[in-house]
């Protein structure tokens, strides 16, 4: 891959993880979507973990 395509990656995935963020607030709201809120925070900093490794790689 590019250096512009793990770019794009990296924004994908950092835009992933603040979709699963807005997740976890619906579901502390009450509603819960497939997974618990807490679940969906462990999904945002793994998906933002490898947002950053793939934007630094």
Known sequence: MSKKDM?????????????????????????DIWLASTQWLLVSAILALFGVYTKLS
């Open 7 to 31: 770019g794009m990656v990296s924004q994908v995935l950092m835009g992933a993880s603040l979709i699963c963020v807005i997740l976890s607030g619906i579901g502390y709201m009450g509603t």
